[in-house]
């Protein structure tokens, strides 16, 4: 059992390109979400997706979008990277609201811009 | 949204026992107690979770006293490999996906 999957685990980007982050989970969970750890600041929420066909803004939505393309995958792009962005970003996906039943994340994608 | 506070480090050795206290003063009615572990270079692991009194899985005990304002989480005789960043996360089951936030956790180290 794979739990949650995300690719690529490294990148480097050039300031102004632009990549999508995957993410896909093999537990039937109904919720995923997206989060970048930054060092000192914990992790922080980027977008989540409550089911299959809807996504709402977290605490740092701005540079990012997502798609939940189906209940398995959940991806998140960077349309035009920012040095602001290098962080790690771990996708996570939860059952219900992932309060009772907790969170499962990803082992993380290190992304670098330069 | 219930702020939590927790130290940020602790020193430990293997074999003893290992409590760390999260502070959360305006705990709401419906808000749930849990706590995460995050080794290096992966995510976080979610590891006990409590509403009152006392909840022991095999990985650790919860310790919540009744005015809920604050939570123990306690580690029996620590190993090299407890050696982790652990979160208290304190979220209500009714408001909402995006209520579970993640602080700055107490870096645990375990040392021989």
């Known amino acids: 059992n794979a739990g949650v999957t995300q690719t690529p685990k490294f990148q480097v980007l050039k300031t102004g390109q632009s990549m999508t982050l995957q993410c896909a989970q093999d537990?039937?969970?109904?919720?995923m979400y997206w989060y970048r750890q930054d060092p000192g600041m914990g992790l922080r929420l980027i977008y989540y997706?409550?089911?299959?066909?809807?996504?709402d803004k977290g605490e740092v939505p701005n540079g990012y979008n997502v798609s939940r393309l189906n209940k398995r995958e959940f991806s998140l792009r960077l349309e035009s990277a920012a040095p602001s962005q290098t962080s790690v970003y771990f996708c996570?996906?939860?059952?219900?609201?992932?309060?009772?039943?907790?969170?499962?994340f990803g082992s993380g994608t290190r992304l670098t811009v330069v | 949204l219930a702020k939590t506070t927790q130290p940020i480090s602790m020193d430990s050795y293997e074999g003893q026992e290992v409590n760390i206290t999260c502070s959360h003063n305006?705990?709401?009615?419906?808000?749930?107690i849990t706590w995460y572990q995050q080794f290096p270079s992966q995510g976080p692991r979610f590891i006990i979770q409590?509403?009152?009194t006392k909840v022991t899985n095999e990985v650790a005990s919860l310790f919540i006293p009744a005015d809920r304002k604050s939570s123990t989480l306690s580690l029996p005789r620590v190993s090299l490999s407890d050696t982790a960043v652990y979160y208290c996360?304190?979220?209500?089951?009714?408001?909402?996906?995006?209520?579970?936030?993640f602080g700055k956790g107490t870096m645990l180290l375990v040392s021989p």
């Open positions: 997706s409550a089911s299959e066909g809807t996504t």
């Open positions: 537990m039937n969970h109904n919720s």
């Open positions: 996570a996906s939860s059952e219900g609201t992932g309060i009772e039943d907790g969170y499962t």
């Open positions: 996360l304190v979220g209500d089951v009714n408001s909402g996906y995006s209520t579970l936030t």
């Open positions: 305006n705990i709401a009615t419906n808000d749930y």
């Open positions: 409590g509403y009152k």
